[in-house]
């Protein structure tokens, strides 16, 4: 298996554009999740689904982020408004069963500068 | 509730001493705990698990670590330092309500 895979691996847009992050998990993962890491604050979770449902996404910071995930296949982490504020690197993972005690898998990141 | 605490945010060892890595947990239920590693650049990659097994797990890499429960901890050690050891390091408790909370991270250095 290729491991979960993210696209772009690099961003550079400016203030106010629209930004989508795209996540392929590993095939046959039930749960999925979005990370956000910066120096500040670390590494944040941000939304996470299992069967394509968002579970829990008390921590997208506010209305300007979004999550889908159409398939099993494929999710997207979506910023409009964007603000340099949210330049940061955004991990997706991805994990076989239950989200609390199985291991998560990594993908490589995406890293976003809003300039 | 939950929370981890990763008491260093550097720790520095010179190649091939022992590396001892922090961690402190709280939590209402049994928990289970992990200890990721990150390199630069990269993702996050799972080195350990502990759910409920054996308090003394074993990983990846020659690291290990043992579950306290009267202490509350969960540290990381290895014998034995290598070059490639040199990395971020991630303790992570989660619970039965399905709440992650990763620790802030630890650095480590490894002096020639």
């Known amino acids: 298996d290729a491991g979960v895979i993210q696209s772009p691996r690099h961003e550079v847009t400016e203030m106010g554009q629209e930004v989508t992050l795209r996540c392929k998990p590993i095939?046959?993962?039930?749960?999925l999740f979005w990370y956000r890491q910066t120096m500040m604050r670390g590494l944040e979770l941000l939304i996470y689904f299992n069967n394509n449902v968002p579970i829990d996404d008390s921590g997208m910071p506010e209305d300007r982020f979004s999550a889908k995930m159409p398939n099993a296949s494929f999710s997207t982490l979506k910023i409009q408004p964007s603000e340099p504020r949210d330049s940061a690197v955004y991990f997706c993972?991805?994990?076989?069963?239950?989200?609390?005690?199985?291991?998560?898998?990594f993908g490589p990141g995406t890293r976003l500068t809003v300039l | 509730a939950q929370s981890v605490t990763q008491l260093d945010s550097h720790v520095s060892v010179s190649e091939g001493t022992p590396v001892l890595l922090r961690c402190n947990y709280s939590?209402?239920?049994?928990?289970?705990l992990f200890w990721y590693v990150q390199h630069p650049n990269k993702g996050l990659q799972l080195l350990l698990k502990y759910t409920s097994a054996a308090t003394l797990v074993k990983g990846i890499n020659g690291f290990e670590a043992e579950f306290k429960k009267s202490e509350t901890s969960f540290h990381l050690t290895k014998p034995s330092a290598h070059m490639s050891d040199a990395a971020e390091y991630f303790c992570v408790v989660s619970a039965r309500d399905d709440k992650i909370i990763f620790g802030k991270g630890t650095r480590l250095h490894i002096l020639p």
């Open positions: 095939s046959g993962h039930d749960y």
């Open positions: 939590s209402s239920y049994s928990p289970s």
């Open positions: 993972a991805s994990s076989l069963w239950s989200g609390s005690t199985d291991t998560q898998y």
